[in-house]
């Protein structure tokens, strides 16, 4: 468990806030490609980190992603004209650039130098791996872009989705890194109907992993820090002699790279809306070949998304996706399912989780948790993360944020011997850790 005190600078990123800075030292994804389609095209409203502002692609396909508010008025730039490489607020006429600098101010004298006294807000973006990405933070530490392999393959070769979800990003952060869960909230009755695998296309190999995950529900896991978080292994078995192990990364501040035995693989990364909301971006891919039309379907589809415009509980809008099973509808629990099918009575992998970390209110109180011996890595994620949101405090910058090449890793999913995991890694060829 936590204290109170713990709990409140793990999960506040506003800003100003310990952990709302430790998120600024690091790119992040605000939103996907595709959601701004062509030059001039209609702006979006996103908010990251508690920070209300519009993204907008300008006459030469240049992203900006400026305040939502005209420091005119206040009106909200959402409903402005995107022209001639600026946005323009319909109250006034008053125009500005990606850079957040007014580069017109047609209710001023011509003679006025007034515009060139008024700058709006504005963060650096880049489009990178199907996404668009912001840095909010120091304009003097602005690093490269993290090397994660999923960004870096051909656009062919992944799919990326975007949507809401109802609770503080540490919950589905600790979800991800939770591998015991796999054996109760994921497992099925029929792995012929094996409705978790909703990211990737399965094999023989897969079907097989999956028994071990449902017949072992109590891993044995072993945590190696690194420079950009940690990784872990899930060792279950010895089944005929073999271990199954799944080795997971979490990387700082909110990435993961999930393992599975077959490509595509992916994992997913958390950003804040505020302290009670996150978009999740969720990303599968293949490093070898374009995904077929049934993965990209399939990671698509299972997901049931509908493009919304969701009002926050302040009243304010953004646009984003969401699924259809929310929690006022109980994620749309079918109870003939959970008693012949499945082990939860929802089908899908992605909603199954939803439904837990959700359920735990939007901050939970880690006050009254019992962790036990397979919460490892939870406990390891946030005494992590704890320390180096303090030890920024104390001035001393993250190293992951200005070493993009740290994050040149993958997931691990093998049966294997060998039962150490330090030795697996070095059976495997530091597969884990390699460059790829």
Request: glycine share 8%; with cysteine; aromatic share 10%.
């Amino acid at each position: 468990m936590l204290s109170k005190e713990d709990n409140q600078l793990l999960t506040q990123t506003g800003p100003g806030t310990p952990m709302g800075e430790l998120f600024r030292r690091f790119w992040m994804p605000a939103l996907l490609a595709e959601e701004l389609p062509h030059p001039d095209c209609d702006p979006v409203r996103i908010r990251i980190l508690s920070e209300d502002m519009i993204a907008f692609r300008d006459t030469d396909g240049n992203v900006g992603v400026i305040d939502n508010y005209c420091p005119h008025r206040r009106a909200s730039l959402f409903f402005g004209r995107n022209e001639e490489c600026g946005l323009r607020c319909v109250y006034h006429g008053w125009k500005f650039d990606i850079n957040g600098d007014c580069v017109d101010m047609p209710s001023e004298p011509v003679e006025s130098n007034f515009k060139n006294k008024v700058k709006i807000k504005a963060y650096p973006a880049k489009e990178y791996g199907s996404c668009i990405w912001v840095y909010m933070g120091p304009p003097e530490l602005q690093p490269k872009l993290p090397d994660f392999e999923w960004a870096r393959v051909p656009d062919a070769n992944r799919v990326i989705t975007r949507f809401i979800q109802h609770s503080n990003f540490m919950q589905a952060t600790e979800g991800e890194i939770d591998s015991s869960h796999v054996s109760f909230l994921h497992s099925v009755f029929d792995l012929s109907i094996d409705y978790h695998r909703d990211m990737r296309v399965g094999d023989q190999k897969e079907g097989r992993n999956s028994v071990l995950s449902y017949k072992f529900g109590a891993p044995q896991l072993t945590v190696k820090e690194t420079d950009y978080g940690f990784t872990y292994g899930s060792r279950r078995g010895p089944e005929e002699g073999n271990y199954y192990w799944r080795v997971t990364q979490w990387m700082l501040p909110m990435f993961s790279l999930i393992p599975g035995p077959a490509w595509p693989r992916g994992g997913r990364g958390w950003v804040p809306i505020d302290d009670e909301h996150i978009i999740t971006y969720q990303y599968s891919y293949n490093p070898e070949r374009p995904l077929t039309d049934a993965e990209r379907a399939r990671a698509i589809n299972s997901m049931e998304l509908e493009k919304v415009k969701y009002t926050l509980p302040d009243g304010k809008i953004i646009d984003t996706n969401r699924s259809i099973r929310a929690p006022e509808n109980d994620y749309l629990i079918d109870r003939e399912m959970q008693r012949t099918q499945n082990y939860t009575g929802i089908p899908f992998g992605r909603h199954q989780d939803f439904a837990m970390t959700d359920s735990m209110g939007p901050i939970s109180d880690r006050t009254k948790e019992h962790l036990g011996t397979s919460d490892s890595a939870i406990i390891a994620a946030r005494r992590i993360i704890l320390k180096v949101a303090r030890d920024l405090q104390e001035g001393v910058e993250p190293y992951a944020a200005s070493h993009p090449e740290v994050f040149h890793i993958r997931a691990l999913d093998t049966i294997s011997t060998e039962g150490d995991f330090l030795k697996l890694l070095v059976a495997e060829g530091e597969k884990t850790l390699a460059e790829v």
